[in-house]
C-alpha cells in the first residue's frame, strides 16, 4: 500500500461499490463528449480556474472527488512534479470511469482509484489539498455532508479545498439552466443545490475561511475553504 491508504485500493474494475450516489458507469464512454456541450464548454475553464486556487506545490499529494474521466485530477496534476513526490489522485465510484481516467492520463503524477467519496479508502491528514467539480450535486443531502467530513478528515490541518458546483441560480438564465439539469435527470440533488443547501454544509463539516470566488454562467459556484490548523472537535 502507498503512503495514503487506509485499505488497498479496490483493483477490480468490474467491482462496483455501493453507493446512494448517481454513478455515471454507464455514461463513461461518452461523458467526454457530452458533458462539455452541457456546461457550454465551460467545464474545463472552471476546473483549470479551481486548480490555479489551490497555490498548488510540485510535491503536493492533491485528492479530487468524483474525478470522472480526470479533468480536474489532470488540471492539478499539471502544477506537480512525481520526481518531488506530487501527485494528484481522482477518486471516483464508477469503474468504467476510472478506467477512462486512467487511459487518458498515463503519467507519474496521476493515479486514479476507484471508492466512495463518503467513505474514502485514505488515511487522516494525508493530502496537502483537496478539489471536486460537478460531484456534490450526484449525492444527496446526507452524503454531501458524510463526503465532505471525509474530505476534511483526509486533509492536513492548514490544507485547502476548493469545490465548483451547481449553486442557488442568480438570474433567468441560471435558474433556466440549473432547474431543466434537476427536471431532465430526475435529480432531487440538483434540486438540493439550487435551494442554497450546500455551501453551509461547508462549515458544518469543519471548514473554516470559505469563500465563494467565482460564479460562472449563472448557477455555478466556485468556492475555496481550509482544515483549519487548530484543533477541532469532532463534527457531528
Ligand atoms: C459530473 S462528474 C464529475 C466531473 C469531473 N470533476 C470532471 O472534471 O470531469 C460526477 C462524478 O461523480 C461520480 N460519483 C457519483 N457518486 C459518487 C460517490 N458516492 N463517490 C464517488 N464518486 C461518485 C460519478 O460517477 C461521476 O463520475
Known sequence: MGRIDRVPPVADPERMPSTRGRVLNHAAGLYDLLSPAMMFWQEQP???????????????????????TGGLTESMARYLDAAS????VGLDAAPRMVEVARSKHASGRCRFDIGVAEDLPYGDD????????????????????RSLCEIHRVLRPGGALVVADIDV?????GGLCAR????????PEIGE????????????????ELETVYSDLGYV???????SLALQPVPG
Open 180 to 187: 431543466s439539469g434537476e427536471w431532465l435527470f430526475r435529480q
Open 46 to 68: 472552471i476546473n483549470r480556474r479551481a486548480a490555479g486556487l489551490l497555490e498548488l506545490q510540485p510535491g503536493d499529494l492533491v485528492l479530487d472527488v468524483g474525478c470522472a
Open 193 to 208: 443545490n439550487i435551494d442554497g443547501k450546500l455551501a453551509p454544509l461547508f462549515l458544518r463539516s469543519g471548514f473554516v
Open 221 to 227: 459556484s466556485t468556492w475555496l475553504m481550509r482544515k
Open 169 to 173: 441560480p442568480s438570474g433567468w438564465f
Open 126 to 145: 494525508c493530502f496537502d489539498k483537496a478539489a471536486s467539480s460537478f460531484f456534490f450535486h450526484h449525492v444527496d443531502l446526507a452524503d454531501k455532508e
Open 85 to 88: 513526490g506530487g501527485m494528484a
